[in-house]
């Protein structure tokens, strides 16, 4: 009613009615602090004390056991050892006294890696190297990882240079280069893998045809990389006992470092941290050598020197126990996030020492490097690659189909089963509103925050409803400033009472330091890998927190009926929230939503923030599945794919079946309409 009163004495509304800046106030007149940093920061440093490494070796070998199972099962790993490699060669270029040969060959079934097979001259046998590159232009064969390949080949090893999964020639244009992180590598997830599963999968079976080579000997092959690269080859290292050296360079530090820093999904394990830190998976490599090679001017604070001490200090004392003390060392060399000359030095001594048999293991000079043309090295230099060659476009197309088909073959689970499920899925941890505060009102807006069990602050504004006990839940993932002031307006002068509120990590709950380390990448970046790493994908995080609202709706505010309204990735984590929800008598307007998570396009898959992606979600259902099990009456505006192309009417036809076909199958009561009102 005041707002109605205001809008008569002025003659204009209270709102931008034309996209201009909100004019609503702010629930907290100071800014306010960095919830979202400091809960994923005290809840990374609680779980990484955890992960003690044990105090004897039978110990330690019962947990190596389990752990390595672990991590295959969350990095979802498809290493397949009996597949047949089919290398193709498709060129070659000689060196002065080696050469270099452009080959795929099959990591997966129908699938293929590209890599150059650095051979020295004579008939061996040879140690070999597994060479994996981080995140630099021309993957493989960027002039960094050219001159690690020579600096070994021309010292007498075979090496393999491989493109990373989605990055060099595997990305999803032929002869364009991208990215093969943020939310194309995150998409990985959603059908049930991860991009460092996938990568894992291709380095083993990389190892898998240096060991069939019968110029290799299969019991003297190391592996090394940079920043990413680095990585891979940790990991590598220590899932594939058939690594017997391992140089990981600017790429060691600590999981809990990972936290709130920049990183790849590349480099993600999903729930990793809530079981191991960086020293349990550097300690599964032990006996087997292992140098680490950090850079005194590292920049990445997950890289620094003093990140990588920490995991350093505790394996050692592991190779320790096992007698192996003399196997595991580091470097902090000069420079910075780089392979530079002076790091290639100490490889080369490492490596002649662990593989050859030869030397003490002190640096050695390198020799001169004579690079190649990038172009001369493509398996397919003109960009006719083989179709096997498969993106993550491909591959999260053809395995999404397949599992949407296996779900339409298959009974429906009982509801019960469906949502403990999700909500495992989920990680759903139910939220108490510990304290509810209460602020002088302000532009006609009631202003309150509520204080959570687990350290979150929901800043709400709400106007009561005109008459009746009708209220309309307005959230947006860009908070709610981004609501459109006209739409609360028309829901005002509808007589609803009308309750705004800011998501975990959205509006006043933003973390500002995770929008400056973002930079160019999608929205959430930092915050949702951050939160994977601890179990916690932001859509349950969202929906516990829209459950808290929907129950201080009814219990606080004595709310009679429910119009839930959602915009974007929010209203995907409303229908998280209503699925797993009891709440009665709730009409939910889904806008510009994702109505489902196959993965249609590269092309504006940046469309949705990285908010959105569920590890398995597709294993368990779709999106549709949610909103059947939802039990609302369902108005769907502005229907759209993962990558933001809107839905024709036929498909839209469809949808609406598949909704109805679920509801029915579960005994629900679901109804569904489109409308079409967004711009």
């Given at each position: 009613m005041k707002r109605l009163i205001w809008v008569i004495l002025t003659g204009h509304l209270p709102f931008s009615v034309c996209g201009q800046e909100s004019l609503l106030p702010r629930v907290h007149e100071v800014e306010p602090i960095d919830y979202p940093a400091m809960q994923l920061r005290l809840g990374a440093a609680k779980v990484a004390q955890r992960q003690q490494l044990p105090q004897t070796a039978a110990d330690w070998k019962t947990l190596a056991k389990r752990l390595k199972a672990r991590i295959a099962h969350d990095l979802a790993l498809p290493y397949q050892h009996n597949l047949s490699l089919d290398m193709r060669e498709t060129g070659m270029v000689q060196g002065e006294g080696f050469?270099?040969?452009?080959?795929?060959?099959?990591?997966?079934?129908?699938?293929?890696?590209?890599?150059?097979?650095?051979?020295?001259?004579?008939?061996g046998p040879f140690p070999a190297v597994v060479i994996t590159h981080g995140h630099w232009p021309d993957g493989r064969r960027a002039p960094l990882f050219q001159a690690v390949a020579q600096t070994l080949v021309r010292n007498g090893y075979v090496c393999l240079n491989i493109d990373a999964w989605g990055a060099g020639e595997r990305g999803t244009l032929p002869g364009q280069q991208e990215y093969h992180g943020a939310n194309l590598g995150a998409s990985l997830m959603n059908v049930g893998h991860t991009l460092m599963g996938l990568q894992l999968a291709d380095n083993m079976r990389a190892v898998d045809l240096l060991a069939s080579l019968p110029y290799v000997d299969s019991t003297r092959i190391g592996a090394t990389g940079a920043s990413g690269g680095g990585n891979q080859a940790m990991w590598l290292a220590a899932m594939d006992e058939r690594i017997k050296a391992a140089m990981p360079v600017v790429s060691v530090g600590t999981f809990q470092s990972y936290i709130m820093n920049s990183n790849c999904v590349c480099e993600l394990l999903p729930s990793g941290l809530t079981y191991t830190e960086e020293a349990g998976v550097l300690a599964l490599?032990?006996?087997?050598?292992?140098?680490?090679?950090?850079?005194?001017?590292?920049?990445?604070?997950?890289?620094?020197?003093?990140?990588?001490?920490?995991?350093?200090?505790?394996?050692?004392?592991?190779?320790?126990?096992?007698?192996?003390?003399?196997?595991?060392a580091y470097h902090i060399a000069a420079g910075g996030h780089d392979y530079s000359t002076e790091m290639r030095e100490h490889l080369l001594g490492w490596f002649d020492m662990h593989l050859k048999g030869d030397g003490n293991g002190t640096p050695r000079e390198t020799p001169p490097i004579s690079l190649v043309e990038s172009s001369l090295l493509a398996t397919y230099p003109k960009g006719n690659r083989d179709g096997a060659v498969v993106t993550t476009e491909r591959y999260c197309q053809l395995e999404g189909n397949r599992l949407k088909t296996e779900?339409?073959?298959?009974?429906?689970p009982s509801l019960t089963v469906l949502r403990d499920s999700l909500q495992q899925l989920l990680q759903l941890q139910p939220l108490t509103a510990v304290q509810v505060n209460n602020y002088s009102p302000k532009d006609g807006w009631i202003r309150m925050s509520v204080e959570t069990n687990a350290g979150s602050i929901i800043p709400i504004l709400y106007s009561p409803p005109a008459q009746g006990g009708r209220y309309a839940l307005l959230l947006h993932s860009s908070g709610k400033d981004s609501?459109?002031?006209?739409?609360?307006?028309?829901?005002?002068?509808?007589?609803?009472?009308?309750?705004?509120?800011?998501?975990?990590?959205?509006?006043?709950q933003a973390s500002a330091e995770a929008l400056r380390i973002d930079g160019a990448q999608p929205p959430f970046h930092t915050l949702a890998r951050s939160a994977l790493w601890l179990g916690r994908p932001i859509m349950g995080i969202w929906a516990a927190e829209i459950q808290l609202l929907l129950q201080l709706c009814t219990d606080r505010l004595e709310a009679k009926g429910i119009h839930m309204e959602a915009y974007r990735d929010a209203a995907l984590a409303t229908a998280y929230a209503l699925a797993l929800s009891e709440a009665p008598n709730v009409e939910f307007r889904a806008v510009d939503f994702p109505y489902s998570y196959l993965f249609d396009?590269?092309?504006?898959?940046?469309?949705?923030?990285?908010?959105?992606?569920?590890?398995?979600?597709?294993?368990w259902g779709d999106v549709s599945q949610l909103l059947a099990m939802s039990r609302a009456q369902l108005a769907l505006d502005g229907v759209r794919t993962l990558s933001g192309r809107p839905l024709s009417h036929h498909e839209q036809l469809v949808y609406q079946q598949e909704i109805?076909?679920?509801?029915?199958?579960?005994?629900?009561?679901?109804?569904?309409?489109?409308?079409?009102?967004?711009?």
């Open positions: 050469t270099i040969r452009n080959i795929s060959f099959q990591t997966q079934p129908d699938v293929l890696a590209t890599a150059n097979l650095y051979v020295p001259d004579g008939k490599v032990a006996p087997r050598a292992l140098k680490i090679i950090n850079a005194v001017e590292e920049r990445n604070p997950s890289f620094m020197p003093q990140q990588m001490l920490i995991s350093f200090q505790q394996a050692k004392t592991m190779y320790h126990i096992l007698g192996a003390t003399d196997h595991i779900q339409a073959n298959a009974q429906l609501i459109p002031n006209t739409r609360i307006q028309q829901l005002l002068n509808q007589g609803y009472g009308v309750i705004l509120a800011d998501l975990w990590g959205t509006g006043e396009s590269r092309v504006g898959i940046e469309h949705y923030s990285m908010a959105v992606h569920v590890p398995r979600i597709l294993q109805e076909n679920i509801a029915r199958q579960a005994g629900l009561s679901t109804t569904v309409r489109f409308i079409e009102t967004t711009p």
